[in-house]
Each structure stands twice: as C-alpha cells, then as structure tokens.
C-alpha cells in the first residue's frame, strides 16, 4: 500500500484505536506495525458565545487566537500589542473593524471582552494576569506562569479571590497521547518509575529565538517604554523588542521557554508535585549575537517518593546548535519497561526481568574453582524455581494521535468549557507554579552554580 493510501486509511480509522498485528495490515510498513490510533475526547461544548481578545500578538499570540476560534462559539473580541504592525496584520486577518490598542489597560476596561489570551513577554504574564482576573476577564496565560518565583503565589491568591478560570498555555498537558501514557503508568505496564530523560534540541536560527526583526521597527512604531515595564530601562533595542526571549530581562531562558513544556508533561502524567533538588549547568555556546542566556543547558532533577509515584530522577537538556539536526523526545523509564515520547506519538516497550538472579554470562561465576561451582549451581537450584528463571519476551506497542491532530485545540476547549460549565482546568495556576519552579529553579542553579533547593508543596525555595 503506498505511504499515501496508509495515510488515508488511518486517518478514515480516526479513534477507533485499531491494533495493527501481523497480516496484510502489519505489512504496510515496519514504523506502523503495532500503532494504536487514539481517540479524542467527544467534546460536549455548547454555543454560549465567549468573546476573547488577544494581548501580545507575536508569534504565540496569533497562533493562540487561530486555535481558540476553532472552538465553537467562541468570537474575537480585541487584540492588544506594543508593535504597530501587529496591529494591522490583526486587521488583515480578523476585519478592519477588530478593535486594537498598544495599552492593555484599556483592553481589561471592556465590557463585551469574557477572556483574555496573554503571550506577552515573560516578564508581564504576572501583571497582566493579575490586573485581568480583578478586571473579570477569565485567563488564559503562555508558560511559564512567571518569570520570578516570587511571583506566582500573588497569581494563585487573585484566581482564588476573583474566582475566574485560569489556565497555563503548556498545552502538550492537554494531549491525548499524554493522557494515554498517564493511564499506561498508573497501570504499571513498566513498573516503578526511576529515570525520566528529555531532550529538545534545536538546529536552525529561528529554533534559537534568531525571529525577523521587521523593516519599520523603530520608537515610533514600538511603544519602548511600555514593553520595559518594570525591567531595568535601556535605550530602544529592537533586538531586545521582538527576541526577547535571548535577554533574561524579560524572558526565562531555555529552561523557561522548553524545560517546563517537558516538565508539565511529566508532572501531569506522573501527578507529581515536582523535584526537591535541582541542579543545572551550560554555557553560551554558539549563538553569541548578544543574548545573556546560554544554548546549551542540562539539568538534573530529583523526586521524593509521594502517594502518587516512586523516587525518580529526571534529566533534561536543551542544545540550540546540535549538528545532529536537532531532536524532541522523552523517555520515561521504569523497572518492567519504557515509554518513548515525542510529538503527539509515542512507544511502550515492556521488558520485565526475571526473578532469578543471571547465572553464566559476564559474571564472576564461570571463575569460581570447580568444587564451589557445582556448590554454587545446587544453591542456585534450590533457590530459584524453573518459574522464577522464565524470561520474558520483549514486546512493543506504538500509539498516535490521529493524522491532523492538534493538542492546542483540546486545551483551548478545555479552558473554555471550564468558562462555560465552571469546571476545572488541566493546568491551574498552583499547577503552573509548580511546573515554572523547577525550570526558574534550573536558571537559578546556572547562574550560582549550586544545587537549588525547592519545596513542591508549599512552592518555595529552600535554604
């Protein structure tokens, strides 16, 4: 069958979640044998009408609305940006009529606005969330939550005040993949959780934050001053304005940008509350244009045993000039097996040890003097049974999401059904605290070059 034919076979199987083994079906190709194909959720969403407006309108901030106006009902209301040309391209897109300002203050003042998307530059998500849910406007906010720790417990007494949603934008949490793998560890299908490895590394300019820099920029086009908020004043730098993400000024580096998409994964699939000890170390490596934040960064992260999971430590590294081509993937490795993840797609590997302990092989066994080897092989008899001695066959099984499949519009869908139905988010904003900690936690780690201590529960720093 051609490559386009399968394609279309699964994407006509859609959620039915066929198991592809041996046959013509296993023939069509070795990289989909053994592929379930998942289901989505049957959203029940109503019409009721939401209209959200957009603040910060770069590259997230557009991609954000396109997803959010997939979901029924839902309208935009306004969009709010610093540059001038992202107005009007919102215009372009959205009617010459949508309303716009350089001021989200004045965005929060409207009345017809329910919800606000914020992908501003990290060092605004805390105002910009607080000022919206005490205006009334139910929140939707790009990870990380913040950019200082001391910052997120103010987020979490305002959503507890205002009673408005809130959710955090890390929307590989909303995935059905994860979801997937979640049920598959809390069933123990490879045993006890030990090691969780990451990777995402990149090899292309714009992978290093490297974005256009468009040919009007200027302090008449950019509003300079608001965009500096409350961070140290400079003169206009349009390198600073639209790649933000290179200055820790306002943004949180690769830990804040990548580590905390893998860290909220990990942290919903295993319902842990995050690390107590985090050690990170890297180096500025290749991208020296001016950036003070490093492209290279490996961090260490340990995790208490709890009710919910074994002790486990997880490993994460990001490389912005990996000649290899670059990689996204996650292993979360346990006792019986491994869960093998990246994009909306992953392989369960199960591999279960026997009880018996090995005998023969590259053991110091096969060197022991005759008399005590035949003592040696008695012991071994009578201790272990023929059953304790069984090995098990290695077996494998690969999930998918569906050809077309979007995580966002499913975390898009539950933020609003949570506005609709007042019912809870994926992501919260304690959630998200917890998962910003251990990424802010690694950028501290660097910068001091020693182990940060971090207590998950209460969500502060240790001593």
């Not at 989909?32 to 959203?43: D, M």
């Not at 939550?145 to 001391?150: F, G, P, S």
Request: with cysteine.
């Amino acid at each position: 069958m051609s490559t386009p034919t399968r394609r279309k076979f699964l994407r006509q199987l859609g959620g039915t979640a066929a198991l592809f083994t041996g046959g013509t079906m296993g023939a069509m190709a070795m990289d989909e044998e053994k592929i379930h194909v998942l289901q989505p959720e049957k959203r029940h969403l109503s019409n009721d009408k939401i209209r959200v407006a957009g603040i910060g309108m770069g590259i997230m901030g557009f991609g954000d609305m396109e997803t959010a106006l997939k979901i029924p009902g839902v309208e935009i209301a306004g969009v709010c940006d610093l540059y001038q040309g992202h107005l009007d391209r919102a215009k372009e897109l959205w009617g010459k009529d949508l309303y716009t300002t350089r001021d989200f203050r004045e965005l929060l003042q409207r009345k017809d606005i329910d919800a606000v998307i914020i992908a501003t530059p990290d060092h605004w998500h805390d105002h910009i969330s607080i000022a919206a849910m005490k205006a009334g406007k139910h929140v939707y906010c790009e990870k990380p939550m913040v950019q200082h720790l001391e910052e997120g417990h103010a987020v979490i007494k305002t959503q507890k005040e205002t009673g408005k949603v809130f959710i955090v934008g890390s929307q590989g949490v909303s995935s059905i993949t994860l979801a997937e793998a979640k049920r598959r560890i809390k069933a123990g299908d490879i045993g006890e959780i030990n090691l969780v490895e990451a990777v995402n590394d990149r090899f292309s300019s714009t992978g290093a934050w490297q974005y256009a820099i468009p040919l009007d920029a200027n302090p008449t086009t950019v509003d300079w001053d608001a965009f500096l908020g409350d961070a140290p004043k400079r003169p206009y730098d349009a390198n600073r304005f639209f790649r933000w993400r290179n200055y820790k000024d306002y943004g949180t580096g690769v830990a804040g940008d990548l580590f905390i998409h893998l860290i909220s994964a990990v942290h919903h699939a295993m319902d842990s509350y995050g690390p107590t000890r985090v050690f990170s170390s890297g180096q500025l490596s290749y991208w020296k244009d001016g950036r003070d934040v490093p492209d290279v960064l490996a961090a260490v992260m340990d995790y208490p045993k709890t009710d919910t999971h074994t002790a486990f430590q997880m490993t994460l590294r990001v490389n912005f000039a990996d000649g290899s081509g670059g990689s996204n993937r996650t292993r979360i490795v346990g006792s019986e097996g491994v869960i093998e993840w990246g994009g909306n797609r992953f392989t369960l590997k199960k591999q279960k040890l026997p009880k018996a302990e090995s005998l023969g092989g590259y053991d110091s066994y096969l060197h022991f003097a005759e008399p005590q080897k035949s003592e040696y092989i008695m012991w071994y008899n009578e201790k272990y049974t023929k059953e304790d001695r069984k090995s098990f066959a290695p077996e494998e099984i690969k999930f998918a999401a569906p050809i077309g499949y979007d995580d966002r519009v499913d975390h898009f869908a539950n933020f609003f059904q949570a506005i609709r139905s007042g019912g809870m988010v994926v992501e919260d904003a304690s959630f998200g605290l917890r998962a910003a900690g251990p990424a802010l936690a690694s950028n501290l780690s660097y910068e001091k070059k020693q182990i940060v201590n971090w207590d998950p529960v209460a969500m502060k720093l240790l001593k």
